[in-house]
């Protein structure tokens, strides 16, 4: 994306969204300040660019399995 924190912008629509979906993102400005904004808005998955295929996949089976997990009724 064109600006370092748009990531973020978009993240925090996404949280305000009910249900509220898996918020991953994907960055290429991997610094402390970036990894504890989103530890503060509760970003799921933080991943640093450049990543292996196997470590996105097994995160992103992970989110689907936790969200999978909370909306079924038990």
């Known amino acids: 994306?064109?600006?370092d924190d748009i990531g973020f912008e978009v993240a925090r629509a996404a949280m305000k969204l009910k249900p509220k979906p898996a918020?991953?993102?994907?960055?290429?400005y991997g610094?402390?300040?970036n990894a504890r904004t989103a530890l503060e808005l509760g970003i799921d998955y933080l991943?640093?660019?450049p990543?292996?295929?196997e470590?996105?996949?097994s995160a992103l089976n992970r989110l689907i399995s936790r969200d999978r997990d909370r909306r079924t009724p038990r």
């Open 55 to 57: 470590e996105l996949t």
């Open 23 to 28: 918020v991953v993102i994907y960055t290429g």
């Open 51 to 53: 990543i292996a295929i």
């Open 1 to 3: 994306m064109e600006a």
């Open 47 to 49: 991943a640093m660019k």
């Open 31 to 33: 610094n402390p300040a």
